[in-house]
């Protein structure tokens, strides 16, 4: 009698993740979208930079054209703080995962309301959840991942995550502000991003002062102009 | 790194399977192919893919590891080698090099020339992935085409009908 059913399968995970988020950038590119995410540690500035883009970013775009998925663990205070603009807006709570992965992004696009709703922008902005390490090993597809360090993280941030730097497409230094009442050495940090990254720009800000937000913004614009291009 | 986002995907292409297996009762054997390019830990693996598969017509499976070695191609000439020992050991160790080949193998290929003519265009044909090979699944008595046969068979008196 027979029992048991050998069932071939032949299937390899790790092709097929990495397939996924090809799938994720195709979805963008027929939608027309430019898609910016944005990764950094834990309370490296990353909400706070992005309310002062999506504030200038209002001057050139419309606030439908703009949309927001906001991802960490728990809570919807990212997203809330971003939804005050009027932009489109949603929030992932992983319950405990580190990262976002495309699955995350998937369901996020549909709550938003599909590829139709992702046709209405011009660009999207996916912060990823508050971490300096998992989440650059989890591309989404996006035509610029931006990494957020700030200056109170401590001059070694680049070295020590060499992964993260080399694979950011754009460096921001936030908290700039604070690099002199800290007695931090930007200078020391700029030389070690430029060494693990040579073609990253990088972008010295202050999120709270405004310094440096026009050059970020200008570049970011560039981005989003060439992305929707392609 | 991560075995348990690998150890998700493993289980998603299981009960693939076995939902199109009529009659499936649950999964008693799963067998991988780990690349050795992938630098996937098997225990890790083996104690994550456990863990996900609670409550799952997966759960309490043999997991039947096999690490495959990586095999390159040389793009010029044609050539196709497998690294020694030596030259694995090497990578794996290399804290900088292992954990970008873990993100993407195919920055290893980078770094190979072709043993015959030299050349740098070389492409990586085995031992990056992680293969969900096949999967043995217990079926009810009743279920499936050629489980019927096999009895009709064994009702038949000896001799022929």
Redo the contacts between chains.
């Keep these: 009698?027979?029992?048991?059913?050998?069932?071939?399968?032949?299937?390899?995970?790790?092709?097929?993740?990495r397939k996924k988020a090809e799938g994720l950038r195709r979805l963008y590119d027929e939608a027309g979208v430019a898609v910016l995410e944005f990764l950094g540690g834990p309370g490296s500035g990353k909400t706070t930079l992005i309310e002062r883009l999506v504030e200038r970013m209002l001057k050139d775009f419309r606030p439908q054209e703009i949309g927001y998925i906001g991802g960490d663990v728990a809570t919807t205070l990212d997203t809330e703080r971003i939804a005050r603009y009027g932009v489109r807006h949603v929030q992932i709570n992983t319950g405990g995962t580190c990262h976002l992965?495309v699955p995350h992004v998937e369901a996020a696009i549909k709550a938003l309301g599909g590829v139709d709703a992702l046709k209405q922008l011009k660009v999207l902005i996916i912060e990823n959840v508050g971490n300096i390490i998992?989440p650059f090993?989890?591309p989404l597809g996006a035509h610029a991942r931006i990494m957020v360090a700030d200056v109170a993280e401590g001059e070694d941030k680049f070295i020590k995550h060499?992964?993260s730097t080399?694979?950011s497409d754009i460096i921001v230094i936030n908290k700039v502000d604070l690099a002199e009442p800290i007695g931090i050495n930007i200078n020391k940090m700029i030389e070690d991003a430029k060494r693990l990254n040579p073609r990253a720009p990088i972008f010295l800000v202050s999120a709270k002062t405004g310094e440096g937000l026009e050059e970020l913004y200008q570049h970011l614009l560039g981005v989003i102009n060439s992305s929707r291009k392609g | 790194m991560h075995e348990t986002s690998i150890a998700l995907s493993i289980l998603a292409a299981v009960e693939d399977a076995f939902k199109e297996t009529p009659g499936a009762k649950r999964v008693t054997r799963i067998r991988l192919q780990v690349g050795m390019l992938s630098l996937v830990d098997p225990e890790a693996l083996r104690f994550a893919l456990k863990v996900v598969s609670r409550d799952t017509p997966a759960e309490n499976a043999e997991i039947e590891i096999e690490m495959v070695k990586p095999r390159f191609r040389c793009l010029k000439c044609g050539y196709e080698w497998e690294p020694s020992d030596e030259d694995i050991e090497r990578i794996s160790s290399d804290p900088q090099l292992s954990t970008l080949v873990h993100i993407n193998p195919d920055v290893l290929a980078s770094y190979l020339t072709c043993p015959r003519c030299g050349s740098n265009e070389v492409d990586i044909v085995r031992g990056k992935g992680v293969i969900v090979h096949s999967i043995d699944i217990e079926v009810d008595e009743g279920g499936g085409q050629g489980e019927q046969e096999q009895m009709k068979e064994n009702s038949r008196p000896p001799g022929g009908a």
């Design positions: 009698m027979v029992e048991k059913v050998v069932k071939f399968i032949g299937r390899d995970v790790i092709e097929e993740n992965e998992c090993n989890f060499p992964l080399r694979v």
